[in-house]
């Protein structure tokens, strides 16, 4: 059975950082681009970041672009989102999410797992 | 980047009703269109992609449809089970963009 947990979340200064991770386990992990996506509270969903199985190509949604990494360690069945430089909109619940293929080119959400709640206050 | 514009944003509906809900991408995708549905405090889950495969599992009350750039997604005879939120995403192009969501809800 897929599953997905993803942690790290938790309040933070304007200004500050975090750093989220998500195990996989279930599936062969370094087969499957993986994804992170974001709902503000009461809000629809937002595409963060992608990253296909190897980590050769990532992508960032406009509001995350330069202060958002994604990251990934196939050894140990993780995925990373470093978070810079917060915001009061960067506020959401995040979802750890897998593709159904390896590539940069995998964009379906074929998954999704838990969401971990950062919060952006002073 | 793609717009996926979705409606209604809010549908209310009976148990047994038949309800529709559109997509409509700002240019072409192609088939390249998932629905989800999310229910309160869960993570979405997958129920169509290429526009109209259903996922293993899903109901076949569910069904999605395409025609050019507009998207529908049609659940014949509505279950309890099926009160929630449904979200279009197009996965033709980066970024990955949703619809706004669709609020189904009861009468």
């Known amino acids: ?122 | 980047d793609i717009q996926m514009t979705q409606s209604p944003s809010t549908l209310s509906a009976s148990v047994g009703d038949r309800v529709t809900i559109t997509c409509r991408a700002s240019q072409t995708i192609s088939y390249w269109l998932a629905w989800y549905q999310q229910k309160s405090g869960r993570a979405p889950k997958l129920l169509i992609q290429k526009a109209s495969s259903l996922e293993s599992g899903v109901p076949s009350r569910f069904s999605g449809s395409a025609s050019g750039t507009e998207f529908t997604l049609t659940i014949g005879g509505l279950q309890p089970d099926d009160f929630a939120t449904y979200y279009c995403q197009q996965y033709h192009d980066y970024p990955i963009t949703f619809g706004q969501g669709t609020r189904l809800e009861i009468k």
Do not use: H
């Open chain 1, 1 to 122: 059975e897929v599953q997905l947990v993803a942690s790290g979340g938790d309040l933070a200064q304007p200004g500050g950082s975090l750093r989220l991770s998500c195990a996989g386990s279930g599936f062969t992990f370094y087969n499957y681009a993986m994804m992170w996506v974001r709902q503000a509270p009461g809000k629809g969903l937002e595409w963060v970041s992608s990253i296909s199985g190897r980590s050769d190509s990532t992508f960032y949604g406009g509001s995350v672009k330069g202060r958002f990494t994604i990251s990934r360690d196939n050894s140990k069945n993780m995925l990373y989102l470093q978070m810079n430089s917060l915001r009061a909109e960067d506020t959401a619940i995040y979802y750890c999410a897998m593709s159904d293929c390896d590539s940069f080119a995998c964009k379906l959400i074929a998954y999704w797992g838990q969401g971990t709640l950062v919060t952006v206050s002073s």
